[in-house]
């Protein structure tokens, strides 16, 4: 039985994302916060070590049926959101290309920049070369919670993970260019989505995908962004079963006296289409 070579090629960028063709090695412990007297004590040795050319690094889990599904924070791979998420992506680009519904596509938080590495492969592999590929980050890592302003957000330490989550723009660059899709269609908006989503230069949108894992970064995306979104576009909430990022959502819906209907993709995610009237 013949593929078609497009397919082919999707489907290895996909498993090359999500380092599917190999298996993840142990994570340095100096990505991780030093929250016990131990962990600090390691942090002191591994810091020493790399001087002299070693790490310490904590022994990987061999359950791959959560890295499958998004649910570990892999050491290598390009995505951490899992097969389910990233096939949601690939269904969700190739039905607006084939139906033609016209505008961008943007993901708000792209960490090591695997989902717009993807939706980029895939606008390549079928042709499509007018689109472009926002990718909106920090590029340091998430926020502190302002919990005077955002009291959904209160408790929330994705800051402190600030080594392993804060990706420098260069580094999403460069992966861009390592797999030959880095041109003027991608485009990066760096700061913090309250300073650079309104003011972006963004006329339409067929594909918005959040992953801003806070109540605030949810917000400031959706006000900014989903009025752009064309109908018959997608919208994707990677965190939807996140309480304060699905409070988000419900807020912004009951502000606007709509309801969409989301359909989860996995135990994380989830996704909906703008109706089209």
Request: net charge neutral.
């Amino acid at each position: 039985m013949r593929m078609d070579p497009t397919e082919l090629y999707i489907d290895l960028l996909k498993k090359t994302l999500e380092f599917d063709l190999w298996d993840e090695p142990g994570m340095p412990v100096t990505l991780l916060p030093a929250r016990r007297p131990g962990h600090k004590l390691l942090h002191g040795l591994s810091h020493g070590l790399q001087r002299l050319g070693y790490q310490v690094t904590k022994l990987p889990r061999a359950d791959r049926s959560k890295r499958e599904a998004g649910a570990t924070w892999p050491t290598l791979a390009h995505s951490m959101i899992g097969s389910r998420r990233l096939d949601n992506i690939r269904d969700c680009v190739q039905t607006v290309i084939r139906e033609d519904i016209p505008g961008d596509f943007i993901e708000t938080g792209v960490w090591r920049g695997g989902a717009v590495i993807l939706m980029k492969g895939i606008l390549k592999a079928c042709g499509s070369v007018d689109r472009r590929v926002f990718a909106a980050d920090s590029f340091q890592g998430l926020p502190p919670p302002d919990q005077g302003k955002y009291p959904a957000d209160a408790g929330d330490d994705h800051h402190r993970f600030r080594d392993y989550l804060g990706v420098s723009r260069q580094q999403v660059e460069e992966s861009f260019r390592r797999y030959g899709l880095l041109d003027d269609k991608v485009v990066f908006l760096e700061g913090w989505f309250k300073d650079t989503l309104a003011s972006a230069p963004i006329e339409r949108l067929a594909i918005l995908r959040l992953d801003g894992d806070m109540f605030e970064s949810t917000h400031d995306a959706l006000q900014a962004l989903y009025p752009k979104l064309q109908p018959g576009g997608f919208c994707i909430v990677d965190d939807y079963s996140h309480p304060a990022c699905r409070q988000a959502v419900d807020d912004y819906f009951r502000a606007h006296d709509t309801r969409p209907s989301p359909t989860r993709i996995d135990w994380s995610g989830a996704f909906w289409r703008k109706p089209f009237a």
